[in-house]
């Protein structure tokens, strides 16, 4: 089955963790016949290829397999209905296979079953079951409404077998390094050490094998070749002198084994993938989470007047949708009955809930406030803003190169280098050793491998990373991924978003004038504003949260003035200055004086009034947190420049701009010119950090070199993130560039001594100064420089705690 135009089809990628395993799959898809254009994004853990050809997805899912790298894909066998012979089953096999996202299909006609393979992310079971029926079959999917297979309880499940591997690895590995190291001569000793370090090898470590022939077999070489030579032959030599220790014995040698270096090789590199998956960011959940904003069922107006309640999917342009009070709104649209307030922080990052009238747009994902409305849906599914904006993150996400490790720039030629090296070692010995050439070759060969055995490399960082993740957690910083941490020591660019960020991101009364000192006016104001649904209202109730409320008769809502109501046979209004004027209410000088100087400070003024004169006037402002001057202070000696990006108007960002100190700013920004300014200054050669609490600004947040969040704002926003402020303190920024100085510092350190083993031990472990003073170094001496070399890493790693 083909299309017309060329479709991106999305794979998710298992152990692709460095550019040089990203570039061994980059130039597997090269080859795949039909793939049109390729990509890998190694930090989505995905390769994104474009095709005419559906059944070219599953050659490329082969591929990428063959290669030695997983693909995350569901395996189902499934019941058929409806077959009555074999060419039904070939049909039924034929239009799945057509699908995209499968893999495979095999129909038994026999058992009336079909066994399938496919990718969650691109397909579920129940449209390969609508797939089915299109032809007259149909497939039993076990609780079908609840299929749950999705990308993050896969990777969960298998993060869960890995750290099973690593506990019962490490486990058995332990009495074979003391029998190893202290109890060589014990009965039985070496069949003992055998016994246990079998399952370690070859079943724990069975991965690295099997994906180190696949490597072979396609002329490359990865950690994995390395890891499997070192334990494979330390493990295989072992046996051979367990097997038959009069070999060494009557060419004058004894037989070592070094069953323990061989186990704690595989022990200590689950150990480093362990703790590297525990340090990676999950950029999935975010974009369910954004998903997560869309309501899953949605009531339309039927012609009569009849509500019927459908799936998110079912609907269509032109629908009437009615949204009742506290409702998500579910696609696009615009209001074509009624009015409420509508909560768009979620988009627009601003805290006031907006008004909608009829003709005024709506957007999926936003929160009705206590109204209700009909609205006629204009756009849905991948039309929506919501829709876009998630789009928006994903390509940010992708587009991104992550920093290149230093070990991975090594790994590249490290790994071939070492077994070139052995072998020469080996030859060099056969050639030049006389009797025991071959005997001692084989020894030089083992040990410049277990020697070489990349533990260190492994934890180097992985170990730096997750000190310094727990030290910042103690600080009230959670940062997600190395990428951040080794940007942010580099970072000479601050973009801060206003609300939430800056400011505390929700209004409040900060200044309050009475005429009259009235207890009874202001128990009136603070009744009136208890029935108004406008959100200002909120923060009046809460100003004067003490008083005592009356009985209100007759309230009305003025839309797009106030409220008007009677409180005792007195008739007032709270509102704005529209609101007075309309009903010709005296407005005292003094109160003028004191609403233009709040105004002029970018705060929202709401007069109160009985039907004759004005009796007060009230600001309302989102207030600067108390640290936020102080932060970016801070940043400015550091020699950062800070910008401040928000969707407000020019007023309250020129107010909160000359407040904090920022000289550079820009109002009434749109999500996605956030997310370009950024570009921007990325083009300039700025490494930017952006800060930001809001869904609005997650595109800026996945854009930006350094993403952190407010711990107080929303959820998307601190899952975009990489870094995220607990307390919402911009304080923590400073400090956390500080902590990034001191964990890159000792990822280099790390980096230097788990070379410094290879640099100093591989030379000896071949023999270099055999032929000057006649040193041999014994594998088993190897095996103790190669745990050696991860001791030091680790302690390394924990000696960053103290730190300053």
């Given at each position: 089955m083909s299309t017309d135009q060329k479709s991106p089809i999305y794979i998710p990628l298992e152990g692709v963790e460095s550019e040089h395993c990203a570039l061994i799959v980059d130039k597997g898809l090269a080859k795949v016949k039909g793939v049109d254009s390729h990509q890998v994004e190694l930090n989505n853990n995905r390769a994104l290829i474009t095709t005419k050809d559906n059944s070219t997805i599953a050659n490329a899912v082969n591929a990428i397999r063959d290669l030695g790298y997983g693909v995350t894909s569901v395996k189902k066998t499934i019941p058929v209905l409806d077959m009555t012979c074999a060419s039904c089953a070939v049909s039924t096999e034929s239009i799945i296979k057509a699908q995209p996202g499968v893999i495979s299909a095999a129909v038994n006609f026999a058992t009336a079953s079909v066994t399938v393979e496919y990718l969650p992310n691109l397909i579920s079971t129940e449209e390969i079951q609508k797939a089915v029926q299109s032809i007259g079959y149909d497939l039993l999917l076990a609780n079908a409404d609840k299929e749950s297979e999705t990308l993050e309880e896969i990777h969960?499940?298998?993060?869960?077998?890995?750290?099973?591997?690593?506990?019962?690895?490490?486990?058995?590995?332990?009495?074979?390094?003391?029998?190893?190291?202290?109890y060589m001569n014990m009965p039985y000793a070496n069949?003992?050490?055998?016994?246990?370090?079998?399952?370690?090898?070859?079943?724990?470590?069975?991965?690295?094998?099997?994906?180190?022939?696949?490597?072979?077999?396609?002329?490359?070489?990865?950690?994995?070749?390395l890891v499997?030579?070192?334990?494979?032959?330390?493990?295989?030599?072992?046996?051979?002198?367990?097997?038959?220790?009069?070999?060494?014995?009557?060419?004058?040698?004894?037989?070592?084994?070094?069953f323990e270096?061989?186990?704690?090789?595989?022990?200590?590199?689950?150990l480093g993938k362990l703790l590297e998956e525990k340090a990676k960011g999950n950029t999935s959940s975010a974009i369910k989470k954004l998903m997560g904003l869309q309501p899953k069922t949605v009531t339309i107006i039927k012609e009569n007047d009849q509500q019927v309640v459908i799936a998110i999917e079912e609907v269509s342009k032109g629908d009437i949708i009615l949204v009742k009070p506290g409702e998500k709104i579910a696609v696009d649209g615009q209001v074509v009955k009624g009015n409420s307030y509508v909560d768009e922080s979620m988009l627009s990052g601003e805290p006031v809930p907006v008004l909608k009238k009829e003709n005024e747009s709506v957007f999926a994902g936003t929160i009705n406030q206590k109204g209700s409305f009909q609205f006629r849906a204009e756009k849905v599914g991948a039309e929506t803003m919501l829709a876009q904006i998630i789009r928006m993150v994903q390509e940010a996400q992708g587009s991104k190169a992550p920093v290149q490790k230093l070990v991975d720039k090594i790994a590249g030629i490290f790994v071939p280098v070492v077994i070139v090296i052995a072998m020469i070692a080996f030859v060099t010995w056969i050639i030049l050793g006389g009797q025991n050439g071959f005997s001692q070759g084989l020894i030089a060969l083992a040990t410049v491998l277990v020697i070489a055995?990349?533990?260190?490399?492994?934890?180097?960082?992985?170990?730096?990373?997750?000190?310094?993740?727990?030290?910042?957690?103690?600080h009230g910083?959670?940062?997600?991924?190395?990428?951040?941490?080794?940007?942010?020591?580099?970072?000479?660019?601050?973009?801060?978003?206003?609300?939430?960020?800056?400011?505390?991101?929700?209004?409040?009364?900060?200044?309050?004038?009475?005429?009259?000192?009235d207890e009874l006016a202001k128990q009136a104001l603070v009744s009136i504003e208890k029935l108004s649904e406008h959100p200002l209202a909120e923060a009046v109730v809460k100003h004067f949260e003490n008083l005592a409320l009356k009985t209100v008769h007759h309230f009305e809502s003025i839309t797009g003035r106030g409220a008007k109501a009677d409180i005792d046979g007195q008739i007032y209004f709270v509102g704005n200055y529209k609101l007075l004027t309309e009903h010709q209410i005296k407005v005292e000088e003094q109160l003028l004086t004191k609403a233009t100087q709040w105004g002029n400070e970018a705060k929202t003024v709401i007069w109160f009034a009985n039907h004759e004169n004005a009796l007060a006037v009230l600001a309302i402002a989102d207030q600067i947190k108390e640290t936020s001057k102080q932060a970016i202070e801070q940043l400015i000696n550091n020699g950062i420049a800070v910008y401040m990006l928000t969707g407000d108007n020019e007023t309250t960002a020129k107010s909160i701009a000359k407040q904090t100190g920022i000289t550079a700013y820009k109002a009434e920004v749109m999500p996605d010119q956030k997310a370009s300014f950024i570009k921007q200054l990325q083009s300039e050669g700025k490494i930017v950090a952006m800060v930001g609490d809001g869904i609005n600004d997650s595109t800026a947040l996945a854009q930006a070199d350094v993403s952190i969040a407010m711990g107080k704002g929303s959820d998307i926003a601190m899952d975009v993130a990489k870094m995220t402020i607990i307390?919402?303190?911009?304080?923590?920024?400073?400090?956390?560039?500080?902590?990034?100085?001191?964990?890159?510092?000792?990822?280099?350190?790390?980096?230097?001594?788990?070379?410094?083993?290879?640099?100093?031990g591989i030379p000896l472990a071949a023999g270099i100064l055999y032929p000057v003073n006649g040193f041999l170094l014994n594998p088993m001496i190897a095996g103790a420089a190669m745990a050696l070399s991860s001791v030091s890493v680790v302690t390394n790693s924990l000696l960053l705690k103290w730190k300053k």
């Open positions: 969960a499940q298998k993060f869960g077998q890995l750290k099973r591997k690593t506990l019962w690895a490490s486990i058995i590995s332990l009495p074979v390094v003391i029998i190893g190291m202290f069949e003992i050490m055998w016994v246990l370090s079998t399952p370690v090898v070859l079943w724990f470590g069975k991965d690295f094998f099997i994906n180190a022939w696949k490597q072979t077999k396609h002329r490359s070489a990865n950690m994995d070749t499997a030579l070192g334990s494979g032959i330390a493990y295989l030599f072992s046996v051979f002198n367990t097997l038959f220790p009069s070999f060494w014995m009557e060419r004058g040698l004894h037989g070592h084994v070094y270096a061989a186990a704690v090789i595989i022990s200590f590199i689950l055995c990349p533990c260190a490399l492994g934890l180097a960082t992985p170990t730096a990373i997750m000190v310094g993740i727990g030290k910042a957690a103690e910083i959670l940062i997600k991924d190395a990428i951040s941490l080794e940007l942010a020591k580099k970072v000479n660019v601050v973009v801060l978003d206003k609300t939430g960020t800056i400011t505390e991101g929700k209004p409040v009364v900060t200044d309050d004038f009475w005429l009259n000192q307390s919402s303190d911009l304080t923590k920024i400073p400090e956390a560039i500080r902590l990034s100085k001191n964990t890159v510092a000792t990822i280099r350190q790390n980096l230097f001594w788990a070379f410094i083993y290879n640099i100093i």
